[in-house]
């Protein structure tokens, strides 16, 4: 450990026959003041300062700081962080490892070695983003999904599998065994980590990273963590601190109890509309109060799980006996569970009733008063009360363009062939064929229900209250409407095991919802096709129908291209909704269906009691954790038998499609790049507010005729064989095509139409926003793009910086921007530049056809949060300046930009060393 522990605090702690060091905050406070009262996950951060001070990156002010933090309860101190460990899929986790070979390959041109490139902190890697829900409702379902992800994987697969052998302190969890939030909560997480150095051992509070913003599941286990871009954490994995500003912390204090019949869903989805109401956008979270003792882990997690859905950094539970009691029941040792209580103690880490620290702010929720819920139709704060699900679509219809005309409601099918019939007279509805018979299809019409993605997956009282339902459905004689596309993907292998034990297994599979995969699916966006004759239906007639699902993200586009409005809610209400077929009536009111005795059958007859529900929980045993994860690493026959090349540097293949040699390292070993003023930039993008990482980076399915899809048939891949963009993560040239080229993505220099298209401004032509900026290239002109408030919500999408970088943009300039998007902007080198003064692209009636001109950057010390000058040239030629916000933070950062981004920050000094 490099403290000089100037503070005298290093102490030590017997755990039965084992001695641990550590550094004590009590002891600290001597020196520091009264801390008792901080924030537990502010103490997390002192801890990590107090373990890492070498008057160099963390000094004694920065130690006093934090203390200092309770008297204005917030702070503009920069601090660097260094997180434990760092957690990765493999969507994100791909281009990491190949930013990792590409930094070897430098390397070793440069004359150095690469296998000084390693990661120096822990690295887990979970394979969990890649299966795709192909084959549904059918036993050999999970058997064939395996298959075609593994064909359709291999060499991304291969490539994991070389990064494993070839790199220090990287494990892989193969596919098929769990989410990684889920596989994270119920294995890795320790609560206190430990490490053993210069013949001691050393405990400390388990931190980490992670290369997908629902890292924060984990706070539920009282392990501070959260997402950050794959960029950040592969500084983070190489030694490069966490470079952030002391947080503000709002508390929220839960009391009561829930009702009967009410989910941790209806919970989390009522916590989520609070927060984003609140407005904690890079703040931390903490939860409190007297309503944790009656709160399970797996209700903890599932809160955590969704900050990023209300917008907090994390969301973190304080360590109690109900964080024993889950480190016992999922199988962790007897000497670490004795050691996270020991630890947490002695340091003050551990909740105790009534004591409630000081917090920036703070707000409250009786959880008795929570009701079902779900949120829709695009955003996961909007949240509808279940009697007003219907109405709430009604109100999503009514905004959508309405035609004067039956003709004008119907769309013709493109080539001829169709199968909708009889469609002449139907606006809302199509009529469609399956197997011999016709259907119709209408507005509302449920089309995926999908039990999927670690929000609700790691929670047994929602997934058994699922399967509860599913049982009094089947007994009632009730079955989902055939136009549903019904799938289970648990969290992890124990949800099978306890399902089984439960004897619940065959009333879901009767309904539909066997088992497809261990993996996020439909919340990534991997929901596989629908049947062809819906998909035509819905086509043909514009038709706006739903899917349900018990997920985390429902933004336009996300779930299924063809479905237009997405609905998080429960499992047990998932089931509910696939036997409805539709979102257009109130089933918390009216019938679900018919049963086998005639008589309608309502919700409240299939609903289960909270004693059925823990009943059912109960069966979940410690033997179920120790054999799923007795063997966690190793993985089936197929993964064990692809072949690994043995090589410190990795062997590029020029014709693949998945894994390709970026660009971003190439003149690494030349002069730092000068940071100039950025001149005669046209805008590429003029767009609105809550612009995600979804709109802005490739995700989903690539289309045919896109700038991807036309890469891809030149290299000779068949459309079928496209893949999802996130399994082509580790090939630039797909992604910088799919950058900003969302089906929903809005550019309002073209009136605000639908579509990753905008307009060339030289000739006046419309492009897809790739084929324009590769012109804008070969012109030499820089460019900029422009946009409202909260810029990069969502997912911790590096690709979203790293393809805005290699489209030539230079400059984002937004009112505000998301946490994570923000850093991996200027981690890639893409100055991120806010409007100030309450102007925007409005007030400042701004076209896109403008040249703009930023200014005070040539022959300037860049320094943190600079004002900057913005000129606008208009098409007459007038001008007009202003002053912007240059959203460069840190001093880390500044470092950074001057770089180049933070990899280039990385290998620039191991390469000079």
Avoid at 554 to 567: A, D, I, Q, S, Y
Avoid at 625 to 649: C, L, R, S
Avoid at 884 to 912: M, P, W
Wanted: glycine share 10%; aromatic share 8%.
């Amino acid at each position: 450990m490099p403290s000089l522990d100037s503070l005298k605090t290093l102490k030590t702690l017997k755990v039965d026959d084992k001695t641990y060091h550590y550094f004590s905050l009590p002891d600290a406070a001597r020196s520091l003041g009264d801390i008792d009262t901080l924030p537990m996950s502010l103490k997390v951060l002192l801890e990590n300062l107090l373990r890492w001070e070498d008057d160099k990156t963390v000094t004694g002010a920065d130690l006093k700081a934090i203390a200092a933090w309770l008297k204005e309860r917030r702070s503009d101190r920069e601090i660097q962080y260094r997180p434990a460990r760092v957690l990765m899929q493999d969507f994100t986790g791909v281009p990491a490892v190949v930013d990792l070979a590409a930094m070897r390959a430098a390397m070793a041109k440069a004359g150095g070695d690469p296998q000084r490139i390693n990661p120096l902190s822990p690295v887990d890697l979970v394979i969990d983003h890649s299966v795709m829900v192909d084959k549904f409702a059918s036993s050999s379902a999970f058997e064939q999904n395996v298959d075609i992800e593994m064909q359709r994987n291999g060499e991304r697969y291969a490539f994991l599998r070389w990064g494993q052998s070839a790199f220090d302190n990287f494990s892989v969890v193969p596919p098929g065994t769990g989410i990684c939030h889920q596989v994270n909560l119920e294995y890795l997480g320790r609560t206190v980590w430990t490490k053993d150095e210069d013949g001691r051992t050393y405990a400390f509070p388990d931190t980490l990273v992670g290369t997908d913003s629902h890292t924060t599941m984990i706070n539920g286990l009282g392990v501070l963590g959260w997402g950050v871009g794959g960029i950040e954490a592969e500084a983070a994995m190489l030694g490069q601190p966490v470079s952030m500003l002391i947080p503000e912390v709002i508390g929220f204090k839960l009391t009561g109890k829930l009702k009967e019949g009410i989910t941790a869903t209806d919970l989390v989805l009522t916590v989520t509309q609070m927060l984003r109401k609140k407005g904690v956008v890079g703040k931390f979270v903490e939860f409190y109060g007297d309503g944790l003792a009656d709160l399970p882990l797996a209700d903890r997690a599932t809160i955590a799980n969704m900050a990023p859905e209300y917008g907090a950094t994390c969301g973190f539970f304080p360590v109690d006996d109900i964080t024993l009691d889950y480190l016992r029941l999922s199988g962790r040792p007897d000497e670490l569970v004795k050691l996270v209580e020991a630890y947490s103690k002695a340091q003050g880490l551990w909740r105790l009733p009534g004591k409630e620290p000081v917090f920036t702010d703070s707000l409250a929720l009786d959880m008795g008063t929570v009701e079902a819920s779900l949120a829709g139709p695009k955003r996961p704060q909007d949240r509808v009360a279940l009697p007003n699900v219907a109405q709430a679509f009604t109100d999503f219809l009514d905004l959508q363009f309405k035609p004067t005309s039956k003709e004008e409601g119907r769309l013709e099918s493109e080539g001829g062939g169709g199968v909708a019939v009889g469609n002449a007279d139907l606006v809302g509805e199509a009529d469609y064929q399956y197997d011999g018979q016709t259907y119709r299809l209408k507005n509302g019409a449920v089309v995926i229900a999908a039990i999927t993605s670690c929000t609700n997956t790691s929670n047994p009282s929602v997934m058994m209250a699922a399967g509860l339902v599913a049982k009094k459905a089947v007994e009632k004689g009730l079955q989902r409407k055939p136009w549903v596309k019904s799938s289970l993907a648990p969290g992890s292998k124990v949800v099978t095991d306890y399902y089984k034990a439960a004897g619940l297994t065959p009333y879901l599979d009767q309904l539909g919802f066997d088992l497809v995969g261990y993996g996020c699916t439909t919340c990534i966006g991997n929901s596989g096709p629908l049947q062809e004759p819906i998909e035509k239906a819905i086509q043909q007639a514009d038709l706006s129908v739903a899917s349900v699902l018990s997920g985390n993200r429902n933004f336009e586009g996300r779930v299924h291209p063809l479905v237009k409005t997405n609905w998080l809610a429960s499992p047990p209400l998932v089931v509910a909704y696939a036997l409805a077929g539709t979102v257009r009536i109130d089933i918390s009111s009216e019938p679900l269906g018919q049963g086998k005795d005639g008589q309608p059958v309502y919700l409240r007859d299939i609903w289960p009691s909270s004693k059925e529900i823990a009943d059912a929980v109960a069966q979940v045993n410690t033997r179920m954790f120790h054999k799923e994860y007795a063997e966690v690493f190793a993985g089936d026959a197929q993964w064990q038998a692809i072949e690994v090349p043995q090589a410190a540097t990795y062997v590029w293949q020029d014709d693949s499609t998945y894994i390709q040699h970026p660009p971003f390292f190439d003149d690494i070993a030349g002069p730092l790049p000068q940071i100039t003023d950025v001149s005669g930039a046209r805008v590429l993008a003029l767009l609105g507010d809550s612009v995600t990482t979804d709109h802005i980076s490739p995700a989903g399915n690539i289309k045919a005729d896109s700038p991807a899809g036309r890469y891809l048939r030149d290299k000779g891949v068949e459309p079928r064989d496209f893949n999802s963009y996130g399994s082509r993560r580790g090939n630039h040239e797909v992604m910088m095509r799919g950058t900003f080229a969302n089906i929903r993505i809005r550019n309002e220099m073209l009136g605000g139409e639908e579509g990753g298209n905008t307009l060339y401004i030289p000739t006046g032509e419309k492009l897809a926003i790739y084929d324009a900026a590769m012109r804008y290239q070969a012109d030499g002109t820089p460019l900029v793009v422009i946009a409202g408030q909260e810029y990069g919500t969502g997912s911790s999408r590096d690709w979203a910086a790293k393809g805005t970088n290699l489209l030539g943009v230079k400059a984002v300039i937004a009112e505000s921007f998301e946490r994570i998007h923000r850093s991996n902007l200027v981690g890639m080198g893409v100055l991120p530049l806010q409007f100030k003064l309450d102007q925007n692209r409005k007030s400042l009636k701004l076209t896109g056809k403008e040249t703009l001109d930023i200014l005070g950057l040539s022959g300037t010390e860049l320094t943190p949060r600079m004002n900057l000058t913005l000129v606008i040239t208009r098409e007459d030629g007038s001008q007009e300046k202003i002053e912007v916000l240059c959203r460069i933070d840190t001093l880390n950062e500044v470092e950074y930009f001057k770089s180049g981004g933070i990899l280039h920050y990385v290998l620039r000094q191991l390469i000079a060393s």
